[in-house]
């Protein structure tokens, strides 16, 4: 791990590759660099690969900093101008997505492509997040009442079991994890545990994209205003976002490029990285560097 000062601690992960591009990872709520272990090697044999953990997530503290979605894009920008060379493409998960499209609309010049992984998009007919996620979010919508929650949670179960639930939830094939990975999110859970800002950061950036969703016309016109090439890569099988929702963005940008995995959970990059990979590597060579 490396760190940072992005008013503020930041610890990164990263692997070296060619200057010319580079790509930062950003993860999704309660994430952190650890979610790209298994893709950031390949993906280094194209570019350089950042994997920061955003302020009060990972092995990054809060440190009094704001984590709604726009502070954590405004945070993400200072990073990839002070740590990031040549092109740069943002390769986000579910709530990263959301930072990445919002980076890419309001400072356009500092984003070359985005690769969208499991990530939130508005609403539409036809798709329903499972119901523990439904409810869940609810409850984190309510003040004092989320804090509580979270609070309960890391009271009563400690973080391996923590870890292993949350991997049935977000892969469709739990199995598809390897026990070393599992030990990297484990001793994360562990760190994250023993941080008192934990708690409001994770409930700020989760009340941060609930408000977000109450504004499918904000969420749209952010994702209008993207001009780079994007890559959308979702999992059939994802109980945070379904799949009609991202086929609804991929039928609205009609330049968006898009691959539906059909056995996959919200987390393809941790769940198949040599498919992963594959798709990002094929987009990349067409859209990015003009080959075929």
Known sequence: MRRTDVDGPIAFREWEGPEETTFVLVH???????????VGPGLSGMGRVLAPDLPGFGYSPRAGRDTGLMSLRRTLARFIEERASGRVVLC??????????????????????????????????????HPAVVGTFSIY???????????ARLRRIEPERMVRL???????????????VIALHVDMARHRARDPELVPAFVGAARSMLRLGARPDVARRA????????????GRRDRLVPAAFAEAALAREAGWRGRIFPDLGHAP????????????????????????
């Open 92 to 129: 986000g998960n579910s709530m990263g997505c959301a930072i990445a499209i919002l980076q890419a609309a309001v400072e356009p010049a500092s984003v070359g492509g985005l690769v969208l992984t499991g990530s939130v998009f508005p609403w539409v007919r036809g798709g329903w997040p």
């Open 269 to 292: 990059m941790l769940e198949a990285p040599g498919r992963w990979l594959a798709e990002v590597a094929d987009w990349y060579a067409g859209a990015l560097t003009g080959d075929s």
């Open 28 to 38: 999704g709520l309660g994430g952190a660099h650890v979610n790209w272990v298994r």
């Open 223 to 234: 994702m209008d205003s993207v001009r780079c090439p994007v890559l959308v890569l979702h």
């Open 166 to 180: 949350g991997f049935r939830f977000v892969a469709a094939d739990p199995r598809s994890i390897p026990e070393d």
């Open 141 to 151: 919508r309510v003040p004092r009442l989320g804090e509580q929650l979270m609070s």
